[in-house]
């Protein structure tokens, strides 16, 4: 099959190439899957679960990616929940291959059903960006009715998924991001705006929640912004700052059906629209990876049948 590798960490993006591989089997509780779509987070060249295995070894060259959208092949010993033909999306184990390849081999758990009317491209957008922003939002986050979100990025293929699904939850939304992405992010449902390089964010008092995608000096400041009893929530790692009177919390982003099959669902009826930026084929998709043109949307990797 063909497959796009990466073969050490130094060389980065610019490290992968496509190639020929072998396709690979389903273990015990395992499916595979032909991939039709694949999402890709350009930073999983940063991220230590794609260079090793879970027990620190060496597992380079490895296949990148960890979202998809595609059909079941085949079914490992002991699957149950999924049968051969059905299309699926899903979310990839960190520490094995991953989604930018014809076949990918895949716990069933990790996968949910993808209904007709949801094509893959948007399927294969939604796993890491919609599952976080849930997990954030209502696990993390204990996102309420009434309360007010701070949502950085909110142009990005995560922040926007935090806009829509606060807004729907009956929070006031504040997004953040460049000037060039306000409008963008009013679109996605949010009821502010901050420009982050010329607005003075600290004019942002007393939030419930502060989604934070960046990090940094913009971590530390947003975290003043927090009010009693509220919440700082960070996906770039341990958090370095935390409400006077509040909780800091970081968190990986986990697999989960059914909380997937939610997601999917406010997509088809409506409430919910995948940001999408970029669409490539995996011919091309090495050029579309190291390309610096910005885009704030999520890459997609159409794989050919």
Known sequence: MKAIIVADQTSGLAGMKLTERPEPSAAINDVIVQVHASGF??????????????????????????????????????TTGLS??????????WYRDGTLAEYIAIEARNLAPLPGDVDFTVGASLPISGLTAWQGLFQHGRLQAGQSVLSHGAAGAVGSMVTQLAREAGAYVIGTGRAADRQKVLDFGAHE????DHDALEDVIGVDLVFDVIGGDIQKRSAGLVRTGGTL?????????????????DFVVEADRIQLSEIVQRVRDGRLRANIGNISSLDK??????????????TVIHIPL
Not at 84 to 93: K, P, S
Not at 285 to 298: H, L, Q
């Open 233 to 249: 929530v960070t996906i770039v790692g341990p958090a370095e700052a935390r409400p006077t009177d509040g909780r800091a919390v």
């Open 193 to 196: 705006f901050v420009d982050l």
């Open 285 to 298: 998709a090495v050029a579309t990876f190291n390309s610096t043109e910005r885009r704030t949307g999520k």
């Open 41 to 78: 987070v350009p930073t999983e060249m940063d991220w230590p679960s794609t260079w090793t295995d879970r027990s620190g070894r060496d597992r380079t060259p490895s296949v990148p990616g960890h979202e998809l959208a595609g059909v079941v092949t085949a079914l490992g010993y002991g």
């Open 84 to 93: 051969l033909g059905q299309r699926v999306l899903g979310l990839a184990d």
